[in-house]
């Protein structure tokens, strides 16, 4: 599958952030970046198809379990490329192939265990992935500065070193590409506008509750083996922490809790756009209608109804927000998820849930709609 099949619309590096690339004063890094929006032009077509008919793309596992096939690309964009490790095979000296077995298998598992969905189809759908995404040209090997789910499967890019590592290494970035597949086989989120941007949201939601789940469980099994009590740090909001090349000016590529803060006055970065209250929303038609900006808003009222709630985030909201994202319609904007999300907390826990929800829109300007969500 050559690059014109890809969907980079819908990579984690949204193109806010590519576009502030091709500005780069570092030549790798600027050739990259315009390489990469020029292939996001490319690929509509096939994105859009995708979504009309998921299941056209869906490859069963053979024992309709958990089922997981890691390719190597070579540094090329003909996917999948090699088959390298399979479900059960023994673990691979290549890192990059271990952590897409382990990342797509510790997100099964999330889904499995807390919700009872059995993959991205809920029907055993094969979890395959490409390591090692990237393109030749006269200088070498350059390689995908992203990570995106196609509609079959998962890529990943190595980074260019400068700004981001390896993509492998992020399990909420995993996390997060996979839960745009399972939103294929749910709502099914059209990628435009308000809709498009809670398509973004729940992918940010599950990316990072899949990792503080994943955490927790290691930290608990820890504990245990030293027979101690288990003292859990707070919860992290950030989205892709993991990938980028540390520097004081740059802590993630979103910050759920406060968007517009991930990086600042960042050399390479710049400064971060989301906005995380309806008077500041992104208009216009870059973007898709600012599916990646606008996803910051959401993505706070989910933090602050988490917190007010209380406990761990995937229990009671992870709940309420997973039932959203399956009864959710195509077209549903912020104010069908606010009262949605409301109307679930009601009626699966109580009233003291589903205000915290209520407050939790409240907070960043969002108004429920008044008719129930179909």
Known sequence: MPAANRRPLECIIPPYIL???TRCSLEPVRRQAIRDLAEAAAVHAVRDM???MPSFLARSSPTRGRCRMIHDAEGRDELPGPLVRGEGDPRHADAAVNEAYDHAGATYDFFFERFGRNSLDDSGMCLIASVHVGEADGDGYVPMNNAFFNGSQMAYGDGDGLVFRRFTRALDVVAHELTHGIQAFASNLAYRGESGALNEHFADVF????????????????ARRAGRRLARPE?????????LVPAAT????????????????????GTDPQPGHMRDVAGGPSDRGGVH????????AFVLAAERIGG????TPGRIWYDAMLQLSRTSGFADAARLTEQIAMDRYGPLEAKAVREGWKAVGVKPARERVA
């Open 293 to 300: 900006l606008n996803s910051g808003i959401p993505n706070r």
């Open 250 to 269: 740059r802590r993630a590529v979103r910050d759920m809790r406060e968007p517009g803060t991930a990086f600042v006055d960042d050399p390479l970065l």
């Open 50 to 52: 995708a979504r009309e």
């Open 19 to 21: 576009e502030r690339l």
């Open 207 to 222: 990316g990072v509750l899949v990792r503080q789940w994943r955490e927790a469980v290691r930290a608990t099994a820890r």
């Open 235 to 243: 919860p992290s909001w950030l989205v892709g922490a993991d990938l």
């Open 312 to 315: 761990d985030a995937w229990e």
